[in-house]
C-alpha cells in the first residue's frame, strides 16, 4: 500500500496533501493466516516417494504400463509374497516350460544339436554371441587339433579309417580270448573262429547253409510246438488253463436197461399233472455227496428226470429224481471249484466253467469230455444258444470284461462282445433269441444283437447295484435280476427294456452273495435263496412274501422248481448239500 501511495504522489504532483495523523493516511494491518495442521517434515517424504517410484519393478503379468519405467524398473527382481500358485514365483500364464519361462532362440535345432554334441565329444562349440560363426569357445587344443570339425561333419576318409580300425580291434580282442582253441578251430569250418577267418560278406560270420535231416527227437519237438501254436491261436484244446485228465464215474446199476433204453432217458409217462404251481411245504429228500458247497444246480430239460449240480469240490455230479434218487454219474474234469453248468436244449450235453479258466463240454451219458475251452480268463457264466439249430453257439462271461462267442464245431472264437467294465455275471436270451441281456460288476445291464458286438441299450443309473443273477419270466415279456441291495428288479424285455417301478420284491438279504432268482412254471411265484439259507417266495402279481422256507445251514445259493411236477422245488447251498421240497 506504501508503494501505491508512493506510486500515486509521484504522478499527481497537484494532490492535495495528506495529514498523517488522519485515519486515512494510515497504512492497513494484514493479520497473519494461521493453519489448524501441524507442521511436518516432508523432505523424508518426497525422497521416500521419489526412491519409490524409481526402484518399483513392473508386475510382469500385466499387459499395459501407463508410464515410462526406467531399465532397472524392467529388469528388476521380483520382490515380496510368495504367489500361492506358482513354484518359483513365475506366474502361470508366463509358465511355458517346467522349469519355468523359456524365450525362443533363434537357431535351428539341427544346428542346437551339432553344437551342444561337438563340445561334448571334443569340448569346444561356436559362440552364438559372436557376429561371426568362426568365433569358437572350450577347448582351442582339441579346436585346432580336429581343425574345428564338428561332429556331423567328419570327413569321409576319417570316418572309412575309424571303422577299419573299430573292426580290427574287435577282432584281436576275440582273437585273444580264443587263442587257447584256435588250432583245433580253425580247421573246423562250422565254428565262429572259421567263419570270422573266411567272412567274405557283409553277412558272413553267421552260420548259413542248408539245414540238414531232423532227428527224430526234433521232429517231435517241432510237432509239438506246432500243435501247441495251433491250439493257442483258436482257443481250443485248453493249453491256457490248467490241464488235467478228464474222468467220469458211473454209480448206477447199468448203463442201459432190459429194453436198451439209456439211463439219461425220460419216462414216456412224464408229463404235468396241472397247470398250476403250489408253494412247497416239507422236505421229501436230500442229496449228499458233494464235500464243498454246492454252487449251481440244473434240471434236466423239459422233463426233469434228473439234476445236474456244479460244486466247489471241482466235481459235477447228476443225480437220479423219480426213481432211486441216487447219484447216477460223477464227472471229474476241473481242478478248482466250478462255477456254472448249462444243459443242451436235448439234455444230451452239458457245459461246466471253472475257475481253473476252462470250459469243458460234456457228454452227458457216457461221461465223456467232447471239448475244452479256454482264453487264459476265468469264465463265470456259461451258455449255449437256445435255437435248436445253434446248438454249437457257445457264449462264455469272462472276468477279463468280455463276452467270447465260441463255434464249437470248429473250435475257433467267432465273435467276442467287449463293451463291459467289470467282469461278466450273466446271459440271458431274449426275443426269440435274437438278443442276449448280460450283467457285470460294473453295476450295468447291456442289451446285444445276437453275433453284432454293438451295444443296441444301455442301462446305468447312479442307484444300481451288481446283479449277478438274472431269469426270465415263462412269458418271455419280463426279466428278473436279482440285486445286491437285497431286492429283486423287473426290466421289460420290449424294445425300452424299461425299469418296472411297480413290481418289486424284497424281504431276503443277498448282499454279497450270487443267489439265483427263479421263476415257477406257470410265472405265479418268484423265488430265490438267500444269504441266512432261507428260501423266499414271492406272487408275482401283489409282489408280496407267500412263504419262507429254512433250507440250508449256511447260503442257499441256487434254487430251480421242477419243470413238471409244479410244487416241488430243488435248492442247493454252501453246506454242500442238495434238498428237494414239496
Avoid at 55 to 65: F, L
Avoid at 483 to 495: A, H, K, P, V
Wanted: charged content about 25%; glycine content about 8%.
Amino acid at each position: 500500500m506504501d508503494l501505491l501511495h508512493q506510486y500515486q504522489n509521484d504522478d499527481v504532483p497537484d494532490s492535495p496533501p495528506q495529514n498523517p495523523n488522519s485515519p486515512e493516511s494510515s497504512p492497513p494491518r494484514l493479520i497473519p493466516s494461521r493453519s489448524a495442521a501441524p507442521s511436518v517434515d516432508d523432505t523424508m517424504l518426497s525422497l521416500a516417494v521419489n526412491h519409490k517410484s524409481l526402484s518399483n519393478p513392473i508386475d510382469p503379468t500385466q499387459h499395459a504400463v501407463a508410464f515410462n519405467p526406467t531399465y532397472d524398473q524392467l529388469w528388476s527382481p521380483i520382490v515380496g509374497p510368495a504367489h500361492p500358485y506358482a513354484k518359483d514365483g513365475i506366474a502361470q500364464g508366463m509358465r511355458n516350460h517346467k522349469l519355468g519361462f523359456v524365450e525362443d532362440a533363434a537357431i535351428e535345432p539341427f544346428l542346437f544339436d551339432e553344437q551342444y554334441n561337438t563340445f561334448h565329444k571334443f569340448g569346444y562349440a561356436a559362440d552364438p554371441s559372436a557376429s561371426a560363426f568362426n568365433n569358437y569357445v572350450g577347448d582351442f587344443d582339441a579346436l585346432r587339433k580336429n581343425n574345428a570339425v564338428s561332429v556331423y561333419n567328419i570327413p569321409k576318409h576319417e570316418q572309412k579309417r575309424r571303422k577299419i580300425e573299430g573292426k580290427s580291434k574287435q577282432e584281436n580282442d576275440e582273437n585273444e580270448e580264443e587263442e587257447g582253441d584256435v588250432g583245433e578251430e580253425m580247421d573246423n569250418p562250422a565254428s565262429e573262429v572259421w567263419l570270422l577267418k573266411n567272412k567274405k560278406s557283409p553277412w558272413a560270420g553267421k552260420k548259413e547253409g542248408l539245414q540238414g535231416e531232423l532227428s527224430e527227437e526234433q521232429k517231435k519237438y517241432a510237432e509239438e510246438y506246432a500243435k501247441k501254436k495251433e491250439e493257442e491261436k483258436s482257443g481250443f484244446g485248453g493249453e491256457k488253463g490248467e490241464v488235467v485228465k478228464d474222468q467220469s464215474t458211473f454209480h448206477g446199476k447199468e448203463e442201459r436197461d432190459y429194453q436198451g433204453r439209456s439211463w439219461i432217458a425220460p419216462p414216456k409217462d412224464a408229463k404235468a399233472s396241472n397247470d398250476h404251481c403250489y408253494i412247497p411245504k416239507r422236505l421229501v429228500h436230500t442229496w449228499s455227496g458233494h464235500t464243498k458247497g454246492v454252487s449251481a444246480i440244473r434240471f434236466f430239460p423239459k422233463y426233469g428226470n434228473l439234476i445236474l449240480s456244479a460244486s466247489m469240490d471241482t466235481k459235477v455230479k447228476i443225480w437220479d429224481v423219480f426213481n432211486s434218487g441216487k447219484c447216477m454219474r460223477t464227472y471229474m474234469g476241473h481242478t478248482k471249484a466250478v462255477r456254472d453248468i448249462c444243459f443242451s436244449n436235448d439234455g444230451t450235453k452239458f457245459l461246466s466253467a471253472g475257475y481253473d479258466k476252462n470250459i469243458k463240454y460234456w457228454d452227458t451219458e457216457t461221461g465223456q469230455v467232447i471239448s475244452t475251452f479256454s482264453t487264459g480268463k476265468i469264465p463265470y457264466v456259461v451258455k449255449l444258444n437256445p435255437d435248436d439249430d445253434k446248438q454249437n453257439v457257445l457264449l462264455a462271461g469272462m472276468s477279463d470284461k468280455k463276452i467270447v462267442q465260441w463255434d464249437m464245431n470248429t473250435g475257433q472264437i467267432t465273435q467276442e462282445y467287449d463293451q463291459h467294465l467289470g467282469a461278466v455275471n450273466t446271459i440271458t436270451f431274449v426275443d426269440n433269441n435274437r438278443r442276449f441281456v448280460t450283467s457285470s460288476d460294473d453295476k450295468s445291464l447291456r442289451v446285444w444283437e445276437f453275433g453284432i458286438p454293438v451295444v443296441i441299450k444301455y442301462i446305468s443309473e447312479p442307484h444300481m447295484h451288481s446283479m449277478p443273477s438274472i431269469s426270465l419270466h415263462p412269458n418271455a415279456n419280463w426279466l428278473a435280476a436279482q440285486s445286491l441291495d437285497n431286492q429283486i428288479l423287473i426290466y421289460g424285455t420290449r424294445e425300452k427294456f424299461q425299469f418296472n417301478k411297480k413290481k418289486r420284491f424284497a424281504g431276503h438279504v443277498v448282499a454279497g452273495y450270487a443267489c439265483q432268482v427263479n421263476f415257477s412254471p406257470d410265472g405265479r411265484f418268484v423265488m430265490s435263496g438267500d444269504g441266512e439259507g432261507k428260501c423266499w417266495f414271492w406272487d408275482w402279481k401283489s409282489c408280496k412274501v407267500f412263504r419262507t422256507l429254512k433250507c440250508h445251514e449256511g447260503v442257499c445259493i441256487g434254487s430251480q422248481w421242477h419243470p413238471l411236477e409244479q410244487s416241488k422245488v430243488a435248492t442247493c447251498g454252501w453246506d454242500g448239500l442238495i434238498k428237494y421240497w414239496d
